[in-house]
């Protein structure tokens, strides 16, 4: 079975800064583009970044310079770097992943900005 996990999240105020990573394990092959979406109560589930494999990446416009995407295939790994946070980064963070047709989810990790 394909899990993903999200770790990383929490509590920040707002102008910090954290960190989500994401780890893909088990039975899948051929990852092509490894993004991650957010979603609050009341709203769709929206992409906030994505990078596919051959490295190019796009960023919501909310967080068009403050978020940063990166992956790791060695690892298995998809972080978001989020700086300047602002309090409507308030989320639930989801990780997402997909082997052309397939996509898979995280559970998703709680980020909430406030002081």
């Known amino acids: 079975q394909v899990q993903l996990v999200e770790s990383g999240g929490g509590l920040v105020q707002p102008g910090g800064s954290l960190t989500l990573s994401c780890l893909v394990s088990g039975p899948i092959l051929n990852i092509n583009t490894m993004s991650w979406y957010r979603q609050t109560p009341g709203k769709q589930r929206e992409s906030v970044a994505s990078i596919s494999r051959t490295g190019y990446t796009r960023y919501a416009d909310s967080v068009k310079g403050r978020f940063t995407i990166s992956r790791d295939d060695v690892k298995n790994t998809v972080a978001l770097q989020m700086d300047s946070l602002k309090p409507e980064d308030t989320a639930v963070y989801y990780c997402?992943?997909?082997?052309?047709?397939?996509?898979?989810w995280g559970q998703g990790i709680q980020v909430t900005v406030s002081s």
């Open positions: 997402n992943v997909v082997n052309y047709i397939t996509p898979y």
